[in-house]
């Protein structure tokens, strides 16, 4: 399956002349751990879709990362308020593990677009990515969060460590601890 269909297949149907188009719009990148996506002071000018491997937003309290958000292969990497408002980001992006992926500038979006309804769907992509940060700054308790996330995304406690899901959830390590010991 190429990298077009792998990607599209979830956002809806395309026909080949789409993912052709799509595929001749997207640059496809590997990176190595650490390697800086995006960062603080930069305007996000495209999305990255990861193939595989991991990488994490963050911004910087004190001396430690602040965790922003997780992202894992099948997931749209990209600063959403930087993006939406063409202003410079807050936060860092950075490969957590060497990283495959997929970039798609801001004028190949709208290209798409202007080819094709069917790539309208890239727009969900913009609500999708709030959706998700807002629920941890609302949800009243540690223990919502805690099973919100696995709940919706238990991949992520395989795959990074416990001090950043913390971080990621808004709650001290040892919170986390003890919930997942009472669970």
Same mark, same amino acid.
């Given at each position: 399956?190429?990298?077009? @269909?792998?990607?599209? *297949?979830?956002?809806?149907?395309?026909?080949? !002349?789409?993912?052709?188009?799509?595929?001749?719009?997207?640059?496809?990148?590997?990176?190595?751990?650490?390697?800086?996506?995006? %960062?603080?002071?930069?305007?996000?000018?495209?999305?990255?879709?990861?193939?595989?491997?991991?990488?994490? *937003?963050?911004?910087?309290? =004190?001396?430690?990362? @602040?965790?922003?958000?997780?992202?894992?292969?099948? =997931?749209?990497?990209? @600063?959403?308020?930087?993006?939406?408002? *063409? %202003?410079?980001?807050?936060?860092?992006? %950075?490969?957590?593990?060497?990283?495959?992926?997929?970039?798609?500038?801001?004028?190949?979006?709208?290209?798409?677009?202007?080819?094709?309804?069917?790539?309208?769907?890239?727009?969900?992509?913009?609500?999708?990515?709030?959706?998700?940060?807002?629920?941890? =700054?609302?949800?009243?308790?540690?223990?919502?969060?805690? @099973?919100?996330?696995?709940?919706?995304?238990? =991949?992520?406690?395989?795959?990074?460590?416990?001090?950043?899901?913390?971080?990621?959830?808004?709650?001290?390590?040892?919170?986390?601890?003890?919930? !997942?010991?009472?669970?």
């Amino acid at each position: 399956m190429s990298f077009g @269909n792998r990607i599209l *297949q979830s956002m809806g149907s395309f026909s080949e !002349r789409e993912v052709a188009f799509f595929e001749s719009k997207a640059e496809r990148e590997v990176l190595g751990r650490n390697a800086i996506l995006l %960062k603080e002071g930069e305007v996000c000018r495209s999305f990255f879709y990861v193939l595989s491997g991991m990488a994490y *937003q963050y911004s910087y309290r =004190d001396i430690d990362e @602040n965790i922003v958000e997780l992202y894992t292969e099948g =997931d749209w990497c990209f @600063n959403h308020s930087s993006f939406i408002r *063409q %202003k410079p980001s807050e936060t860092f992006i %950075k490969a957590y593990s060497d990283l495959e992926g997929v970039r798609l500038s801001l004028i190949s979006v709208h290209e798409l677009i202007a080819a094709s309804p069917s790539f309208f769907q890239l727009g969900k992509l913009l609500e999708s990515g709030v959706s998700r940060v807002r629920y941890f =700054d609302e949800a009243s308790t540690a223990v919502e969060k805690y @099973n919100h996330l696995y709940g919706s995304r238990p =991949d992520l406690f395989q795959k990074f460590p416990l001090k950043m899901i913390a971080s990621y959830l808004k709650i001290a390590p040892e919170t986390l601890s003890r919930i !997942r010991s009472i669970r």
